[in-house]
């Protein structure tokens, strides 16, 4: 069974750093675009970056300088570096990938999501 697993995240003061990390695991060929996405309550889920199989990297206005994207294609492990958090980005960050599984077509898989608290 293929899945993306997050963890890194938690409760930190504001102007404090966190790095999320997502794992895939299971029996896959490739991985394309890796993805970042936040949904904090009562609002829409945003994406807040991405990294593509190629290395091009695009994030969201509002974390632009203080989050960075990388990614590990031996460890199929993406992370998300974030530095000066802000209250506002508090929320529900997901994982998701574009996958390849062998004889199959390109899916998009989600992971479950971890919390990222923000406040003194």
């Known amino acids: 069974q293929v899945q993306l697993v997050e963890s890194g995240g938690g409760l930190v003061q504001p102007g404090g750093s966190l790095r999320l990390s997502c794992a895939a695991s299971?029996?896959?060929?490739?991985?394309?675009?890796m993805r970042w996405y936040r949904q904090a309550p009562e609002k829409q889920r945003e994406m807040v970056a991405s990294?593509?199989?190629?290395?091009?990297?695009n994030y969201v206005e509002s974390v632009k300088g203080r989050f960075t994207i990388t990614r590990d294609n031996a460890k199929k492990t993406v992370y998300l570096q974030m530095n000066s958090l802000k209250p506002e980005d508090t929320s529900v960050y997901y994982c998701?990938?574009?996958?390849?599984?062998?004889?199959?077509?390109?899916?998009?898989?989600w992971g479950q999501g971890t919390q990222v608290t923000v406040s003194s």
């Open positions: 998701n990938a574009d996958i390849r599984q062998p004889q199959s077509p390109l899916y998009e898989l």
């Open positions: 299971g029996n896959i060929v490739r991985i394309e675009s």
């Open positions: 990294i593509s199989s190629r290395g091009i990297i």
